[in-house]
């Protein structure tokens, strides 16, 4: 019984150095060398991740307008102030979230790699919000001279005599000003968004 009894001490105490030499061999990160992202970094790259995505959405804005070899629809037009109001929305929530990390930036830190980046997307944004404005303006201009031309007055009846009836050119001019309209909030909001980009890189240096 005493040689069951140490035999049985002798497998714990054996077990029991076994795990002590496994526990000494594991490494934490930190021993091995493995950086662990901070929660900060985290949310650098977030803000990162949805302005790109808003340079992706911009780039889309531009290709159809700069493509596009006739007039846009009133549908088409519709579809790209939806558009361009959705960007507008998402940058003036990315200046909001630049605008949280101000009070715990701290100058110096591993961040300013990302709020260089953040403000080099956000100069980026703002020149391709300048090129859809420019865009916008030659449409609404090359609408324009094609609605005096297809203006044509109706016979009795609402039948037209030639060209587009005057209410689908009445539409079509309404959808030219409400997307105009429209961009005049993405610009303040791209506008907006580059200062708070600008502000958190020089608090990050």
């Known amino acids: 019984m005493k040689n069951k009894f ?3 001490a002798g497998l714990v105490l054996f077990a029991g150095l076994g795990l002590a030499f496994a526990a000494a061999d ?7 060398g493995i950086k662990v992202e901070s929660p900060k970094v985290k949310e650098f790259k977030d803000i990162l991740f949805k302005l790109v995505r808003q340079d992706e959405y911009l780039d889309e804005a531009v290709e159809t307008l700069d493509t596009a070899n006739s007039r846009l629809t009133v ?6 102030r939806v558009s361009l109001r959705s960007i507008a929305n998402n940058l003036r929530h990315i200046s909001a979230l630049n605008k949280a990390e101000f009070s715990s ?3 110096g830190s591993e961040l300013s790699a990302y709020t260089n980046t953040i403000m080099s997307y956000s100069r980026k944004v703002n020149r391709k919000v300048g090129q859809v404005n420019v865009l ?3 449409l609404a201009a090359k609408n324009k001279k094609a609605a005096m031309r297809d203006a044509v007055a109706s016979r009795k009846g ?3 005599v030639r060209g587009k009836k005057i209410t689908d050119i009445v539409a079509e001019q309404r959808a030219m000003d409400a997307l105009a309209a429209e961009l005049k909030g993405l610009g303040a909001a791209s506008r907006s968004l580059n200062a708070t980009s600008k502000w958190l890189y020089i608090a990050s240096k």
Not at 75 to 80: C, E, F, I, N, V
Request: proline letters at 4%; hydrophobic letters at 45%.
């Open 26 to 32: 594991v490494k934490t990160p930190a021993d091995s």
């Open 75 to 80: 549908a088409d037009l519709s579809a790209l």
């Open 6 to 8: 140490a035999l049985t």
């Open 105 to 107: 930036i701290e100058s």
């Open 136 to 138: 916008v303006a030659g």
């Open 158 to 160: 609402g039948k037209k």
